[in-house]
Every structure is written in C-alpha cells, then in structure tokens.
C-alpha cells in the first residue's frame, strides 16, 4: 500500500477568494490556481521581487545610549529606558513589502453552463487540475511549476478537437505594463518605484491548431485543439544571482531552454523532480471516506467527525509547500512561503526571525527534506556581512547579529519600534545549522558552513551580555541587556506595565544552547586538529557564568523573565520561554524533571487564559506537548489548529495567511510519532487513540538515520532504520528488540531503557518489538 496515491486536495467549486486557490510553486516561482470556469485567475511570484532597495539603515546614536539603556534596566526604570532606547532603533526602522509578480487572466466565451465540474491539486505529482464539461465536450487544464524547467506551465485541453478558444492577458495592480514581444509571446515589465528592482514575466502560447493573435494587451486563441501556456519571470535582483542582462535575458534564456522540449517531457521531468523529494515519506494514520471534498473534509471534523487521512494529507500538504517555496539557489520560504497576492503584504511577508522564519523549517530534516533547508543557510550568509557591521555600530560586539526581522537586502538593525531591539535573531537561527548536522553527520558542513555561522553568531553575544549587578535576582551572572520575550509585556510590581527587560528567559534558552553547539562543534572537528581552543574556554567560561533559568516560588511555573513578573496577558500567543523545551532540547522530562514540570505548568497557565489563538502558536502547542509525551493533549491542539486556524485551502489562518502554522502543523505530527533530540531515538513518543493503527515510512532522526514503523493497537509492532551516517543507534524502548540486518540477526545491547546495536552506513536493519 502506497498512502501517497490519493493525497488530493479537491474542490466542487472554483475558488472565489485567494484563501480558496491551490498552490503550486518550484521555490522561486510560485502560482495560486483559482480554476475558473468563464474567467480563470493564476496570481503569480517570483521569490525576489520586493520593494525597496539596499541601504544603510545602521545607527550610531545607538551605541552611545547603550550603556544608559543598560543602567535604567537594571534600576527597574524601564520606561525611561524604552524611551531613551527608541534612538537605538534602525534609521530607517521599516522595509518593504514582498510582492506580487501579477495574474494570468484567462477568459473563456461560452462557458457558462457547466457540468461535471471539479478542481484539485496532486500532491503526489504536483499539478493541479481543473475539468469540466460544456454541453459533451470535456475542458481540462493542468498547472504545475517546474523546478528543472524553470517554468510555470498550464496545459487547456478538450475532448474535442478546435474548441480551445480565450484570451490570455497579464495584468498587476501597479508599476508594470504589458507588450507583445513576438507573435506568441507577452511580456509584463515593470519597476518597484523609482529606484526598486526591475521585473518581468514573459507569457508563450504554444498552440495545436487554430489560430493565434497578439496585441499588447492579450493574446488570442481561436479553435485550438490544445493549448500549452509557458510563464518564465525573474528580476533584477543579483546579490545571490549573476543575472548581468537583467530580467529580460534570463527570461529569454529559460524559454529558449525549453523550446525544443514537449510537454510530454516537462511534465514528466518536473513529476520525477519532485517525486524524488515527495515520495521519501509516506504516512498512513487509519482509513476515511476520501470522495468527499476537502472543505466539507474539514468542515466535517469541526462538527466532530473521525478523518485521520485529512490529517495525513495536512501532513504532505506542509511537506509539498516546503519544497514549493524553498529550494536550493531560491530565498527561504518567507511569511507566506513563496506566496502572496499583495503589494503591501500583512508584515510585508518578510523573514520575522523571533519565530516565523524558523518554524518554517521545522520540518525540513525530520520530514526528509534537507535540500530544502540549504536557501536558509544560504540567506544567513548574505546577512553575515550587514549584520557585522550592525553588531559594530548598535553594540560595539565582534561577530553577526540579525534583530526580529529582515529582507532580502540585509536588513538587520532593530526595526519597528522597541520591541524590535531584540538582537537574538542571528543566534536562533544558528540552531538550524546544526540540527543539520546533526541528522546528517556530515563534518564538512559542519566545519566548512555551519560552524563558521556558528561562531560569529556566538561571538556577538559573548561581546553583548554583561555581568547583573548587584539588586538584581542573578547577582555576577551573564544576562543580556536590553531584552525582550518576543512582543509579550509583563506588570512590575508598581502596576506599570513594560516590553523592555534584561535577561528574557528566551535569551537565555538560546544562548545556552548556541553556545553549547558550538563547544560540541569544537570538540567534534578538533579530533585531528586543535580548532580554537581559546574561544571554547571562552564559550565554556561564559556558560558557567550565564543566569540559570528561573522557577517562580509563586506558582511552580517557569518564568518568562528573570524576575517573577505578572502577565497583563497572560493568554499571550507567543509562548516564547518554553524554548528550551521545542525547539532546544534544554528542557527535557528526563534530564531536567523540575524545569519539565515547570514548563507544564506555564503551558497550562497560558491555555488556560486563551493561549494558541493563532495557528502558529496552535502549532507550536502540538509540539510542546509531544515533547511532554502527551499524546491525546498534542492531538487535541492539531484538532484545533485544523478546525479553528485552516482556511478551506487547507492554508494556516493567523488570521490573515502565513505559512508558519502550516509547517509548524507537519513538525508537530512528525514529532508526534518520533523524537531524537535527547540523544536517542523514541519511537511513537505521542501517539494518540485516534491514530491507533499505521504506519510511517522515510522519518529521518539524529545521528543519520531514516525510518520507518508500523504500529497496531497504539503498540510497535516493527521498524526499519537505514543508516546514512553508520553511527551506533541508541533507541529508547521497554519492550525486547531483536534486530535483524541483510538476514543475520546482529547484537543488541541494552542498558535500563537504552537499546543500542552498531550500524554501517547505508545498511537497513529490522527491527521486531516484544518477542
């Protein structure tokens, strides 16, 4: 059985709103697919195109107000503090919005009296679909983005010869105009304001049959047997691409490149493109009545129906977005992936670094999708240049820093307003490199990407904390100075409330765990070589230094902040001190039982009050609770983020749309059914009741291994874990374990509740539970 051969989103109805549509993207081109029937809208982007430009936005004052900024903090004056530090803001403290390439509009004569209809999107293969009958003629249009290709591709086609016959237009809501170019193509040309970038998108009609006209505004087919539409765009962005004929000739060069290929070879090269990446993973949790439409799907669950393959088909949907708007050589997946409608997005679909832009990746290694983390490491290294410059001139610190938000022109100074001034972006992000490295083994990135990030990330921070003098809970401790726990306030004991603070609880999770990453890091390429042993002593030094994390006596819950302050919202969505329990694996039930059973408490506090709102913070919730081992409350709150915070698309609603809930969403079910960040591998950690049979194949965990299970009753029944590293597997089990590699039993040992059997790297080892 093959549970990825009927993962489909499917429709009844075209979609009216842009929250209905369906995607299809390659990483750095995405599409939106209402499936029209008289009138069919494709909105189009290209991962580049911002408003904006580069500039300087680094501000001096903000180094000479630093040290009273610091002093009024640590005298409980804060709001003279966030008053004085609005001078450390960025200059100019906002950026540009992400933006719409156009739409293709497609208008057909005709077809107003339909039958048959029916619209969706293939995971499996990455085309969406629309069909539909006029009389006995049968219409149908496929739409799939190629990332071999470089292409958006639409075919139209119908049963019966010569009755393809529209209008193609390009249309956008501003700065651009259109132009025939030849007697089968159209081009959209524009520029973002008077000093933005550059853009086009070119429109091919390659028809069967019939007849084709241009103007500049359209082009017009007449009774074509067939029709094949190709839409190359590109900018004139170059910091990351050499494109020294701007966006017209890589226009030109990618339809060139395809001019000699059919459509028979594009489909069939972007199918085996991105079933390489897809089918690595298959996921069964149980059987549904599928030949229903996936609106009433979900409309079903809310009203309390059974459907575990909506889940499964949330799963893939996460997955397929992630290789739709993250590929390597494209930009990471932004607020809204690759995706977005506006010219003026909700946050300008940027890169927010104090959650949004990680948890986007939060799947990427569990979920067998490592390729698709690489646009994010490459992103960190434009930030490199810009945020050491800005480490230099905010903070007097070596190293890079990256504050709560950014773009695709290095963007890396506080922006906003004060709650911006939280220079903990660059260090979070830092944790993804080496989550990388530890799911795939591989020491040459480590030493030759990862670790240098790494360390400059780490170096800021070491120049940035400063000693907590004395009146202060941490007395000679290591704390940061100013902090924030990401836009939440608190209430200090004088009834004010403020945002600005030292030592968040956050900074601290983070720092911890950035430094102790890079101490591992030393000591793992120094085994040849003595690697920069003063700055471990350095980082070792710091970390026995650093303010310990804080339990209040009040309530038994884990402090957000490092004194014990009221929450004035206490239903916060931000859920920022719980860190170090997901993503950091600092707060573990099994290494630090009291921090756990604090982290409980603050979890339950915050729910109590409203918490998880929106669907990022929903998502986040699911994985908190699998990292607590509580299976039914994790797949209460995915219940919830399906049936409170999904659009009918199945997209995340914060409101309005951004892709971090859904990514979020996918990490949480993967979570749910296998863990390895304590150092071994825990198989179905959180399975809840309602997924009491199933199987899951190609979950990847640290120390380079993949595998799969297969469970009945809620009880393993096998596994199969290849290995890609040939490092020893540790798993934690009750149950006995007879391993089995290439039909030779091999040897197990086991210690209390740790089995462990050496591996080679790419042998597969079976795996029986309980005999």
């Known amino acids: 059985m093959n549970s990825n051969k009927n993962l489909k989103l499917w429709y009844r109805e075209p979609a009216e709103e842009w929250t209905e549509a369906l995607p299809v993207g390659n990483g750095r081109l995405g599409a939106m697919v209402f499936g029209g029937v008289g009138k069919e809208r494709i909105q189009m982007n290209e991962d580049s195109l911002w408003d904006g430009h580069p500039w300087d936005t680094n501000n001096p004052e903000s180094l000479e107000v630093l040290p009273e900024v610091q002093k009024l903090l640590f005298e409980g004056k804060n709001a003279e503090a966030a008053e004085l530090a609005k001078k450390m803001m960025g200059d100019p403290c906002r950026i540009k919005s992400y933006q719409s390439l156009g739409d293709l509009i497609l208008e057909f004569s005709g077809h107003e009296n339909i039958t048959g209809y029916r619209r969706e999107l293939d995971l499996e293969t990455g085309v969406a679909h629309t069909i539909y009958s006029v009389g006995q003629d049968c219409f149908t249009r496929d739409v799939f983005a190629s990332a071999p290709d470089q292409v958006i591709v639409i075919k139209l086609g119908c049963t019966k010869s010569g009755r393809i016959t529209f209008d193609a237009s390009i249309t956008r809501q501003q700065d651009a105009e259109t132009k025939a170019v030849s007697n089968d193509t159209l081009i959209l040309q524009g520029q973002c304001g008077s000093e933005g970038m550059k853009f086009a998108g070119y429109l091919k009609a390659i028809p069967e049959g019939g007849e084709t006209s241009v103007t500049d505004e359209k082009i017009s087919i007449k009774d074509a047997d067939s029709v094949i539409l190709i839409i190359a765009a590109a900018t004139s962005y170059i910091n990351q691409k050499d494109i020294s004929g701007g966006p017209y000739s890589q226009c030109e060069e990618t339809l060139e490149a395809v001019s000699g290929k059919s459509y028979e070879d594009m489909l069939r090269d972007h199918v085996e493109d991105h079933q390489f990446l897809f089918n690595r993973v298959e996921l069964y949790l149980g059987e549904s009545k599928e030949d229903v439409p996936t609106d009433d799907r979900l409309f079903a669950v809310r009203e309390g129906g059974n459907d575990p393959r909506l889940f499964e088909l949330y799963f893939q949907l996460g997955r397929y977005m992630l290789m739709g708007s993250s590929r390597p050589g494209c930009f990471p997946a932004n607020l809204q992936g690759v995706w977005n409608e506006h010219m003026n997005a909700p946050w300008n679909s940027d890169f927010h670094t104090n959650i949004n832009l990680q948890m986007n990746y939060w799947p990427a290694e569990v979920c067998n999708l490592p390729e698709c983390h690489v646009p994010l490491f490459d992103y960190m290294d434009t930030l490199v240049e810009p945020g050491s410059k800005t480490a230099k001139i905010h903070y007097g610190a070596g190293g890079w820093v990256v504050h709560h938000l950014s773009d695709v022109f290095g963007f890396t100074t506080p922006a906003d307003g004060v709650w911006g001034i939280w220079p903990m972006g660059a260090a979070w992000l830092c944790q993804h490199l080496f989550e990388h490295y530890l799911f795939s083994g591989d020491k040459d990135f480590l030493k030759e990407r990862a670790y240098p990030l790494m360390k400059g990330a780490a170096r800021f921070i070491l120049d940035f904390m400063v000693e907590a003098p004395e009146g202060t809970p941490v007395v000679g401790k290591l704390v940061t100075n100013p902090s924030h726990s990401p836009e939440n306030s608190f209430t200090k004991p004088d009834g004010t409330r403020s945002m600005f603070t030292y030592a968040a609880t956050m900074d601290l999770e983070i720092i911890h765990e950035l430094l102790t990453n890079c101490t591992t890091a030393i000591n793992i390429l120094s085994e040849n070589d003595d690697l920069d042993s003063e700055f471990k002593e350095e ?233």
């Open 539 to 771: 980082l070792e030094s710091a970390l026995e230094r650093l303010a310990p994390l804080q339990i209040s006596k009040k309530t038994g819950r884990l402090q957000e902040w490092i004194e014990d302050y009221d929450e004035p919202e206490p239903g916060h969505r931000h859920m920022s001190h719980m860190y170090g329990l997901h993503p950091g694996c600092q707060i573990t039930l099994e290494n630090t039982p009291e921090l756990a059973a604090a982290a409980r408490k603050s979890l339950e506090y915050r729910l109590s009050h409203g918490g998880g709102h929106t669907g990022w913070s929903r998502a986040w919730l699911v994985n908190f609770w699998s990292r607590l081992y509580e299976g039914e409350e994790a797949y209460k709150h995915l219940k919830d983020l399906l049936t409170r915070c999904t659009l009918p698309n199945l997209f995340d609603t914060h409101p309005p749309f951004q892709i971090d809930g859904n990514f979020g969403g996918t990490a949480g079910i993967a979570e749910m059914l296998l863990q390895s960040h304590t150092g071994q591998i825990r198989m179905l950690p959180a399975l809840p009741k309602a997924w009491s049979k199933g199987y899951v194949k190609g979950l990847r965990a640290r120390g380079g291994f993949e595998v799969d299970m297969n469970w009945n009753n809620g009880q393993l029944i096998e596994a199969k874990i290849r290995s890609t590293a040939g490092n020893k597997c540790r798993i934690k089990v009750l149950v006995p374990v007879k391993a089995v590699s290439e039909g030779k039993e091999i040897e197990v040992t086991r210690s209390y509740e740790i089995v462990e059997f050496d591996t080679e790297a790419g042998k597969c080892y079976e795996l029986k539970f309980g005999l």
